[in-house]
Antibody, heavy 118, light 105 residues
Framework: EVKLQQSGDELVRPGASVKMSCKAS????????MHWVKQSPGQGLEWIGT????????SYNQKFKGKATLTADKSSNTAYMELSRLTSEDSAVYYC???????????WGQGVMVTVSS | DTVLTQSPALAVSPGERVSISCRAS??????MHWYQQKPGQQPKLLIY???NLASGVPARFSGSGSGTDFTLTIDPVEADDTATYFC????????FGGGTKLELK
């Protein structure tokens, strides 16, 4: 069974950074890319960026360049996303999501709720 | 960016047929996908590449379209279909529609 297990919800101070994880199981981690997707409260979905673990290549939505940093650890089948210089605009649920060869997303993590508050 | 436009909300009665539209700002070939999201849950893939039913999804769901105009149809609608439906294109860097909230009368 494919599973993407994300780390727990975060409460962080404005200006701080947060790093979340997404542990993949049930498939070969290096066979597929990993997207990260933001969902603001009551809003739609935004693509943040994608990492290809096999070759450690990343691509980012221009809007999130400088805000998000994607990494992956092949030894532990885990993808990471770090968000920096957090503001209230970054309060949202963040999903990791594994696309298939068509670009549709079969598998989603359960989401990490990030709350930015002093 | 490829902008995807969906109508914000629809209300239908159980047993009826409903069509949810998604219009792309530029052609995306057939690389349009549909998801269902219920409150507090992650999105679930329903349709991939415009018209292909994802594994385990009831045949009440179907998709059509190509180029810039796509439609998700549910026929017949059941009470459990109350949710928000998103389209997503993968022809260019991924983008999502704003979502259509389906309510049952």
């Amino acid at each position: 069974e494919v599973k993407l297990q994300q780390s727990g919800d975060e409460l962080v101070r404005p200006g701080a950074s947060v790093k979340m994880s997404c542990k993949a199981s049930g498939y070969t981690f290096t066979d597929y890319a990993m997207h990260w997707v933001k969902q603001s409260p009551g809003q739609g979905l935004e693509w943040i960026g994608t990492i290809i673990p096999l070759i450690d290549t990343t691509s980012y939505n221009q809007k999130f360049k400088g805000k998000a940093t994607l990494t992956a650890d092949k030894s532990s089948n885990t993808a990471y996303m770090e968000l920096s210089r957090l503001t209230s605009e970054d309060s949202a649920v963040y999903y990791c999501a594994s696309p298939n060869s068509t670009g549709s997303i079969d598998y989603w993590g359960q989401g990490v709720m990030v709350t930015v508050s002093s | 960016d490829t902008v995807l436009t969906q109508s914000p909300a629809l209300a239908v009665s159980p047993g009826e047929r409903v069509s949810i539209s998604c219009r792309a700002s530029e052609g995306v070939n057939s690389y349009m996908h549909w998801y269902q999201q219920k409150p507090g849950q992650q999105p679930k893939l329903l349709i991939y590449k415009a018209s292909n039913l994802a594994s385990g999804v009831p045949a009440r769901f179907s998709g059509s379209g190509s180029g810039t105009d796509f439609t998700l149809t549910i026929d017949p609608v059941e009470a459990d279909d109350t949710a928000t439906y998103f389209c997503q294109q993968s022809w260019n860097d991924p983008t999502f529609g704003g979502g259509t909230k389906l309510e049952l009368k």
